[in-house]
């Protein structure tokens, strides 16, 4: 069974900086591609951050320069660090392992979300 957690979350000033982290159980962690997603309140889902199972990273433009994913394959957890937080980075984050191999199926796995407010 597939689990994917995050935690971190929190409401931080404009300029403040804050960790998410997401742990997965039930996949092969340290092949499998994850990523970072975020859905504002009345926009839709949209990609913020992707790590490789090699570890190459890609980025939203918006987030370039200030977030930074990561992952730590003997703990089984993908982190994703956001500096210099602007409120439009507001939003719910989840956390996503794409492609999973299930079988002779690949399904796409979502965490629960955390929220994350911005404000002064």
């Known amino acids: 069974q597939v689990q994917l957690v995050e935690s971190g979350g929190g409401l931080v000033q404009p300029g403040g900086s804050l960790k998410l982290s997401c742990a997965a159980s039930?996949?092969?962690?340290?092949?499998?591609?994850m990523a970072w997603y975020r859905q504002a309140p009345g926009k839709e889902r949209k990609l913020v951050a992707h790590?490789?199972?090699?570890?190459?990273?890609t980025y939203a433009d918006s987030v370039k320069g200030r977030f930074t994913i990561s992952r730590d394959n003997v703990k089984n957890t993908v982190n994703l660090q956001m500096n210099s937080l602007k409120p439009e980075d507001t939003a719910v984050y989840y956390c996503k392992a794409p492609a999973v191999r299930v079988g002779i199926n690949f399904n796409d796995y979502w965490g629960q979300g955390t929220q994350v407010t911005v404000s002064s």
């Open positions: 039930g996949i092969i962690f340290s092949t499998n591609a």
């Open positions: 790590i490789s199972g090699g570890g190459g990273t």
